[in-house]
């Protein structure tokens, strides 16, 4: 066995790394965060959830994607890895408004993707700067359309599995939804790191 030290990406505390031969033969990764840390995420009971927003997950999202902590990416990538690792239906994760991502320098949901190893496509484009958290349920509802296809995609008629950060009125995985169903894509299902 191997030891090595590093630091918690959350607490900064340091964690102690055992590598072991079933770290080598299986797609494990090595923790980036500290078990105290990972206990203050809930668990969601919803099968197309990973956890539930608490005050530990809205810190999360605040450091990860306000203040660009891109290495935070790998807090769940273990999680990501063994829910995606087996998936059929190419994986598309909600895209940023492309000004918003210059803004925040890294595309959120791809880079929680990639940390995890998981292959995915873009097929959308966000068409509007606004971001719908800041709208009331019935404000969401009336929105304009949020997504067009990207100029180069093909949709085809097979199963997509779209990928959000959080699920609050469901309104923007609608949104992707019926323009994916639209281009004739054949079923649509979600998954969200967090329900809101």
Same mark, same amino acid.
């Given at each position: ?164 950060? /959080? ?26 790191? /967090?329900?809101?």
């Amino acid at each position: 066995m191997n030891k090595n030290e590093t630091q918690c990406l959350l607490c900064a505390r340091p964690l102690q790394m055992v590598s072991s031969w079933k770290t080598l033969l299986t797609k494990q990764f090595p923790p980036s965060s500290c078990e105290k840390c990972l206990a203050e995420f809930e668990r969601s009971a919803s099968k197309t959830s990973l956890y539930r927003y608490n005050d530990a997950m809205k810190d999360f999202l605040h450091q990860y994607k306000f203040l660009q902590d891109v290495a935070l990416a790998k807090v769940f990538r273990q999680e990501l890895h063994t829910i995606f690792k087996h998936e059929k239906a190419t994986i598309i994760p909600i895209p940023m408004h492309i000004e918003k991502q210059k803004e925040r320098t890294f595309a959120h949901m791809d880079e929680l993707l990639k940390a995890a190893q998981i292959p995915y496509t873009q097929l959308l484009e966000k068409t509007t700067i606004e971001r719908q958290s800041s709208k009331t349920k019935e404000e969401r509802l009336q929105t304009a359309p949020l997504f067009k296809l990207l100029s180069d995609a093909s949709v085809e008629y097979k199963e997509y599995l779209l990928f959000d950060d /959080i699920k609050t009125t469901g309104t923007t995985l609608q949104h992707a939804r019926t323009v994916l169903e639209e281009a004739g894509a054949k079923n649509i299902r979600i998954f969200t790191l /967090i329900s809101g």
